[in-house]
């Protein structure tokens, strides 16, 4: 079983809607949970960090936590062509920040 | 405000050459220090951290190695690269304190074994 799973995509939304990411962690011992956005050949920027169950918003973004079911998605309102890159989940667990990441998931915000 | 540099953007390599990525911190002091490799369609694989000078732990056991000479420079390293270090080679950088402080990364290095 993969430590952050997260389904590959692409995940395809029209411009406007809401793109609803998830990702799935293994370790119930996770304490810090991040969102990373990805453009094509860069390199990750971090958009959102979660630290308690329920939802944190920043913008646009809103970042859900369920740490029973060991669950983190990321919604996008208003979702804009600018906002199509792969989307990294990363679940830090222990002092030193052992950070593991997902594989990704692709968005692709049509016009 | 805290910056990272790592150098150089891009890097074309034959086999067997040896290999040297450098990653310095500003703004900051005895930060937490990452190198990452993203393989072509892959996830991002931690390499190697280091938590202090000199202090280097290493997830993957392979022909890299990585040293810290300085507190906020991380140097990635090879004697002898091989076709499967090919990929987008990460520097990072935490606050040393706290399980709630992300990682912020460099602008990377692609490199390509030929």
């Known amino acids: 079983q993969k430590e952050v799973e997260q389904n590959s995509g692409p995940l395809s939304v029209p411009e406007g809607a809401i793109a609803s990411l998830n990702c799935t962690y293994s370790d119930r011992v996770s304490q810090s949970f991040f969102w990373y956005r990805q453009y094509s050949g860069k390199s990750p920027e971090l958009i959102m960090s979660i630290y308690s169950n329920g939802d944190k918003e920043d913008g646009r973004f809103t970042a859900q936590l369920n740490k029973a079911s060991q669950y983190v998605s990321l919604l996008i309102r208003d979702s804009q062509p600018s906002d199509s890159a792969t989307y990294l989940c990363a679940v830090a667990t222990g002092g030193y920040q052992k950070v593991t990441f997902g594989t990704g998931t692709k968005l692709q915000v049509i016009p | 405000s805290q910056t990272i540099h790592q150098w150089p953007a891009t890097l074309v390599q034959p086999v067997g050459s040896p290999l040297s990525l450098e990653c310095t911190v500003e703004g900051t002091s005895n930060p937490n220090l990452y190198w990452y490799r993203q393989a072509a369609g892959r996830g991002l694989q931690l390499l190697f951290y280091?938590?202090?000078?000199?202090?280097i732990s290493s997830e993957v056991p392979q022909n890299l190695s990585a040293s810290r000479p300085q507190d906020r420079q991380f140097i990635l390293s090879s004697k002898k690269l091989l076709l499967s270090d090919s990929g987008f080679y990460l520097c990072?950088?935490?606050?040393?304190?706290?399980?709630?402080?992300?990682?912020?990364f460099g602008n990377g290095t692609r490199l390509t074994v030929t």
């Open positions: 280091s938590v202090g000078i000199g202090q």
């Open positions: 990072a950088w935490s606050v040393s304190t706290g399980w709630d402080s992300p990682l912020h």
